[in-house]
């Protein structure tokens, strides 16, 4: 049989003018086809092909620099972007605000899923997630621009209750990412940080009739991979470009525990942590932390919720619950940053879609998520902020399917001055950006839908807690040392029911030298 190994520049010149292509990866390099990714850029800088292609991602992809997405952030060469996540390339947003490209945005596991409908060549993917949302045609059908008029999605019934139909589309190309490939070209992802969607990405390519280009680090002799170590089969793939400098992430050339090779009592060795400097975070976090109980299932989000996150290993309480992340992974310590979507010593790695499946079917007990704003109907929004195209990543599949999500960030932004860690809160000076408001830009969490899925809904920020009630938003803690006139109803648009109980936050939560109330039996007991 020909032999499928090529060099990069011959694998991006298998890519065709208006081809669809799937892409993969996370911030920080985690599973990214750097080496292909630059190929293509490299081929249409010298030649302006390939052009007006349909880029399709799940999550976010680059460093806001030169990499991942940024390869492809050129007028001419892309023509339409699907993307779950957009803040690693600024370039692409900036296209997409100027409407010189076509934007979309999909939840993170539903353009996962797709894929994998897509190649089971079903009629695409039939789903709750999303509905209310910006992604439900009523409310914009996950269009971000005025460039974007097609219909990807559409309202259904069945039995009486209503689903969302992502229509499927052909892959013309998947740009897939492993870590080694035999010389029959079989796929193995043993040395890589996560599994994400590549073997769906790779099947909706196979069954439209597409091409599947995988880059891996290194090339085996034949018969090197057991039956079992092999992800990805040789019948599936088109070509392997291998590039032996690729690294476990941009920064890191290769860290066993990382990619969950360590087994055993190694796994739960304790991994260093990098405290930062008390803050308005760890007060949050350390109230945040009092919803976890034994045995829950988790998601963490980026931003405020990694210091929850940072907490529970500090507090040596890792054990006592179940840590998930959308990626596939679980257990172990994780990384924050650029760097979201890695874990140190992980307990297990599966693939994105069936981790989102797990979500999808009401497996998350409590979900830590951040936001950009949110409104008195209980709305948030994390996928438009400032005009830009932001794209909500799992957050929708996340915080639709959680029992309990709770919602943490800072009261305000842009210029808030706060002082504390002496047991008490003080403002000095406001923000200039208001987060509270009165109604979201767009939303990407929708109250009244969770209200008729029974979810439990906090929204914690330094100074204020709230709760999405039947009669309205409930403001029902107050920060120690903060007025609740001054500081927090005259910095909010709208009027929160006051809970009759009003109660002020323990002061151990804004003490620099104490870890705060929550810890141990004391979970899910803050009176």
Not at 369 to 389: I, R, W
């Amino acid at each position: 049989m020909k032999s499928k190994f090529v060099s990069a520049d011959e694998a991006a010149a298998l890519i065709n003018d208006r081809d669809t292509v799937a892409l993969m990866g996370g911030g920080g390099g985690l599973m990214e086809a750097t080496c292909l990714f630059q190929a293509v850029e490299r081929r249409f800088l010298g030649s302006a092909h390939p052009r007006n292609l349909t880029l399709v991602h799940a999550l976010g992809i680059g460093d806001k620099q030169s990499r991942g997405m940024n390869c492809f952030a050129y007028e001419g060469l892309v023509k339409r972007v699907i993307g779950g996540h957009w803040v690693w390339s600024p370039r692409m947003q900036r296209l997409a605000a100027d409407n010189k490209i076509e934007a979309y945005i999909l939840p993170g596991g539903v353009s996962s899923q797709l894929f994998r409908e897509i190649g089971g060549a079903r009629p695409g993917l039939i789903t709750h997630v999303g509905l209310g949302t910006v992604c439900d045609p009523r409310y914009g059908g996950g269009r971000m621009n005025a460039a974007a008029k097609d219909d990807l999605v559409e309202v259904i019934t069945l039995d009486g209750r209503e689903y969302l139909r992502y229509k499927p589309y052909a892959v013309n190309v998947a740009l897939v990412r492993a870590s080694a490939a035999d010389e029959d070209g079989n796929i193995s992802f043993e040395h890589e940080a996560a599994n994400l969607d590549a073997v769906s990405i790779a099947l909706a390519a196979r069954t439209s009739g597409g091409k599947v280009i995988v880059q891996v680090r290194e090339r085996l002799p034949r018969g090197a991979l057991r039956a079992r170590e092999v992800r990805i089969p040789s019948a599936w793939v088109t070509a392997i470009v291998v590039d032996p400098a690729q690294r476990t992430s941009y920064d890191i050339p290769f860290d066993a525990t990382l990619s969950g090779e360590l087994t055993g009592d190694a796994r739960f060795a304790p991994v260093p942590q990098t405290d930062e400097p008390f803050s308005e975070r760890q007060a949050i976090a350390r109230r945040a932390a009092c919803e976890l109980f034994e045995g829950a299932v988790v998601n963490y989000g980026v931003g405020v919720p990694d210091a929850v996150a940072k907490l529970v290993v500090r507090r040596g309480e890792l054990d006592r619950i179940y840590q998930t992340i959308e990626h596939g992974t679980y257990g172990g310590s994780l990384l924050d940053g650029v760097l979201f979507g890695y874990a140190r010593n992980a307990s297990a790695m599966l693939d994105a879609p069936t981790q989102f499946d797990y979500y999808a079917g009401g497996g998350l007990d409590v979900a830590f998520l951040g936001f950009g704003e949110f409104d008195q109907h209980g709305n948030v929004n994390v996928s438009k902020l400032g005009g830009l195209t932001v794209g909500p990543g799992g957050f929708i599949d996340i915080a639709q399917n959680a029992r309990k999500v709770v919602f943490c960030g800072t009261f305000a932004a842009k210029g808030v001055q706060l002082e504390t860690g002496d047991g008490r809160l003080r403002v000095t000076r406001e923000g200039d950006v208001r987060k509270l408001v009165h109604e979201v830009d767009q939303v990407t969490f929708s109250g009244p839908q969770a209200l008729r899925r029974g979810q439990q809904v906090l929204y914690l920020t330094e100074r204020a807690s709230f709760r999405l009630t039947t009669l309205g938003m409930e403001l029902f803690e107050i920060a120690p040392g903060v007025d609740l006139e001054r500081n927090v109803l005259a910095q909010m648009e709208f009027s929160p029911r006051i809970a009759p109980d009003l109660r002020v936050l323990p002061a151990s939560h804004y003490r620099i030298d104490d870890d705060g109330y929550g810890r141990l039996g004391q979970w899910a007991e803050i009176v």
